[in-house]
């Protein structure tokens, strides 16, 4: 009788070390490309929020800031971190005037809104004598109401009909010092700056006239770098005298909130730009 020996294949102690060690290095090198990949991704979004926070910010005060004139008196305070301006809304042409009594017509441009909800005033456009450009201004109302009214039928059609009781009207229509056709600008009274909202540093907007404070972007860096303004006159130097600003220059630093990026406490980013303001 034949007997014979069956062989058993299979890995040796040494084999099975070698493959673990080869599988250690393998998925040591697969988490460390994740972990790279990973902290680069937070450092681009971070990057990506920080600036688009920036870039907003300064759309906001360059829309804001462009209709003014601070030689017409809208740029009324300024400070390093702060200025407080007139912010403009709605626009249009008086088309009948109730005069002399208490209400305008008002043709409007564009599809801003007169409002008498308390923020908004008026600012129309006195031409004193018609022959001569020295005697003319610009004159400030309340909007007390709102509602329809019709033009004067040399215009045709309906306006808006504004209730302004401090409105200085002529003693009859087509005698100063205004006359038909004069501008009208509605406004409100803004301060826009650097505040603390929930423990971070924001641009916020006060109203000068509620005193409510709006956060509007978020989160820049602290103070005295997260929002500053440098005010220049004409031959170019910084003055703090806002009747002379004929430039505003804006620089907004933002950081990302908590971390953001390992290894720092806060990515941070900024933009600078200068702005010229209307008929200065």
Known sequence: MITGSRSTAGFTMVELLVVVVVGALILGATFQVLGVQERSYRHQGAAMATQQNIRAALDVLESELREISASDGDLTMIQPESLTFRAYRAAGFICNLNAPGTWIVVRQQGTQPFLDDGTQ????????TQTTG????WGVTRIQKVDTG???????????????PDFIFPPAIG?????????????EVF????????????????????GSLVPIIGPLAPSPNGLVFR??????????NPANVVRIGIVVRGRTQGTGVPG?????????????????
């Open 121 to 128: 005033q008026l600012l129309y456009f006195i031409e004193g």
């Open 134 to 137: 020295t005697d003319d201004d």
């Open 150 to 164: 019709a033009c004067d039928p040399s215009w045709g059609g309906n306006g808006t009909a504004l209730v302004v």
């Open 175 to 187: 005698e100063p010092p205004v006359y038909l056709g004069a501008p009208v600008r509605s406004f």
């Open 191 to 210: 301060t826009y700056g650097l505040y603390t909202v929930d423990g971070e540093p924001v641009l916020a907007r006060r109203d000068a006239t509620t």
């Open 231 to 240: 005010y220049l006159d004409a031959n170019g130097n910084e003055t703090t």
């Open 264 to 280: 720092q406490t806060h990515y941070t980013d900024s933009l600078a730009t200068q702005l010229f303001l209307r008929n200065n």
